[in-house]
């Protein structure tokens, strides 16, 4: 169930921000928008995973440790400079995964990146995947999945200091994608799991 696709400008690259309600979010963000070509911004831990970490390093995503804040800003950096300028890069800007499904506050990475290489910011809001497969349980349940594009977030006139309120707009417009999805999901008979 994807709406909002027809936001997105052909050519355009963004700063993607995403909820992260599972570990089921990136495949379903990529399946349903295959157009947007992303790399992510991918936790330590994932890169030192064998194979798959090489293969996300290979292909342009970017490695944050998540406690080791300059070298992760550097990185990002280094990431935005040597990506394709067709190239999106997507955050889950909550930092990580939540444990009960719940919409909690963005960190400051996606914007500071946005303001520092001039790209919009693009919210993109998933509803189900917490049902799905929720943090720390084995088991992949089958159920829908509700996406929702937003309109993207100009950073035009902005300037670095800027960045937190950038980083709530995008937050509030968050909630509200988020909350339509949620909505879309039971007003189809499903329940997204989680917490409103």
């Known amino acids: 169930m994807l709406r909002g696709a027809d936001r997105i400008a052909a050519g355009q690259s963004y ?16 399946t349903a928008l295959p157009d947007l070509l992303l790399r992510f911004v991918a936790k330590g831990q994932l890169m030192r995973i064998p194979i798959f970490g090489s293969a996300l390093a290979l292909t342009g995503n970017v490695r944050v440790e998540r406690t080791q804040t300059a070298g992760d800003v550097s990185r990002i950096r280094e990431g935005m ?9 997507l955050f889950f800007a909550e930092g990580t995964r939540s444990r009960d499904g719940s919409f909690r506050p963005f960190r400051m990475g996606a914007f500071a990146t946005a303001l520092t290489s001039g ?24 159920r829908p999945v509700a996406i929702e594009v937003g309109e993207p977030i100009s950073v035009t006139g902005l300037t670095f200091e800027d960045r937190g309120a ?16 949620r909505q879309r999901l039971r007003a189809s008979g499903n329940d997204p799991g989680g917490i409103d």
């Open 166 to 181: 950038l980083r709530d707009r995008a937050h509030a417009a968050m909630g509200e994608l988020r909350a339509a999805a």
């Open 119 to 142: 790209l919009p910011v693009l919210p993109i809001a998933v509803a189900g995947t917490y049902a799905i497969w929720p943090k720390g349980r084995l088991r992949i349940a089958r």
């Open 81 to 89: 400079d040597r990506r394709d300028p067709a190239v999106s890069l």
């Open 15 to 30: 700063v993607v921000v995403v909820n992260h309600e599972s570990a089921w979010d990136p495949m379903c963000v990529v």
